[in-house]
């Protein structure tokens, strides 16, 4: 299983990192001026079996320890992809001659303001589910606030929604193309002859295109805009992840599902009018 390297080991790292990248020559900074992180945090070691410099006989815990891991610049992990270049050894080497050079820096990531929002939000979800699961006025109907998802899976539940709208929204749209047939059928079912219906002009029946523009026009285009805007989402929220890891390998397989969905979008995507 995976796991994410400790606040106390991410403190140690970027502390001996002169917030630099860790590639020799290479003067990139790992944390911007707005205190972004624009730096990758780096395995040497692969923590996934795919990855690269994969070692089996690794425990997981030796995989994010601090002696495995190294900050680098995004043009140069890429660079450092290269197994036959830069073996285990090499980017040990560049680790530690890095390393030396800023040992007296002391580059500080304030990691306490960190751990008390990480803190107060943890408090807050506990907090949320407390009051969704057992302070809600109307337990029995109470909806579910999913408040231990991740992004992830809250896009797919809203995929799940939005589809299942879709479907409504045809159900409706079916129900308005029936109803001329229905009136007609009902008067018939009471001997009323609806055959001077015939002589009404289709535009001053209320019943004959109900509600066309809001089904063929205004939900479709709300839906696609939903359903993009989503993709948008979360391909950003992924770029995010793949700077601090770099080798998840089901994120990296998303992305380039939703960067050709993305680019079909962008390239064909229109209004109905």
Known sequence: MRLSPTQCTLKALFAKSGNRCAFPGCDNTLIDAEGNCIGIICHIEAANPLGERFNERQSDLERRHIGNL?????????????????????????????????????????????????????????????????????????????????????????????????GFCDSLKDSDDTLETEIITLLEKHNIDPTSLEHIPYYEKPFVNRNWETHCLAIPNFITSIRLNLDLIELKYLHLHLIVYPSDLDAKKRVKILKKQVEEYANCVSHRD
């Open 70 to 166: 190294l900050l680098l610049c995004h043009q140069h992990h890429i660079v450092t992809n290269n197994v036959e270049v830069y073996t285990v050894e090499k980017l040990k080497q560049m680790k530690l001659d890095h390393e030396l050079k800023f040992e007296s820096y002391g580059y500080q990531i304030d990691y306490e303001v960190l751990s008390k929002i990480s803190s107060a939000m943890e408090q807050f979800w506990h907090k949320i589910k407390w009051l969704n699961t057992s302070e809600h006025q109307c337990p029995d109907l109470a909806m579910e606030i999913r408040s231990g998802a991740s992004f992830l899976d809250l896009a797919k539940v809203i995929r799940e929604h939005l589809n299942n709208l879709e």
